[in-house]
Nanobody
Framework: VQLQASGGGLVQAGGSLRLSCAASGRTFSSLVMGWLRQVPGKEREFVAGWDRTNSRKPVANSVKGRFTMSRDNAKNTVYLQMGSLKPEDTAVYYC????????????????????WGQGTQVTVSS
């Protein structure tokens, strides 16, 4: 599975960005997809996930109500719509995929994902 993330950039606090992640190489609908982020010196942090059955879509408390993940199986793409951005949202954002079913708690763990995109930098200025 190859994942290509895009859409990062520099934005002022309170602004919005939309990240995209295009997947190829495996039946997209069979993948569990996630967005995670990382700042230097810290572990990769879960942001949002979407399971294969479209029934479980966990979101981290730190972004709940501000970030929305969506999935388009026809386009083999997931999105992360980010709003009301804060300086603490500054990070490299990664999309990730898992090829086996995951329970909700596992979807929130970076180590459960099998494939990773290259990451896209999001910088929020105050």
């Amino acid at each position: 599975v190859q994942l290509q993330a895009s859409g990062g950039g520099l934005v002022q606090a309170g602004g919005s960005l939309r990240l995209s992640c295009a997947a190829s190489g495996r039946t997209f609908s069979s993948l569990v997809m996630g967005w995670l982020r990382q700042v230097p010196g810290k572990e990769r942090e879960f942001v949002a996930g979407w399971d294969r059955t479209n029934s479980r879509k966990p979101v981290a408390n730190s972004v709940k109500g501000r970030f929305t993940m969506s999935r388009d199986n026809a386009k083999n793409t997931v999105y992360l719509q980010m709003g009301s951005l804060k300086p603490e949202d500054t990070a490299v954002y990664y999309c990730a995929a898992a090829q086996r079913p995951l329970i909700t708690s596992s979807m929130m763990k970076a180590g459960e994902y099998d494939y990773w995109g290259q990451g896209t930098q999001v910088t929020v200025s105050s």
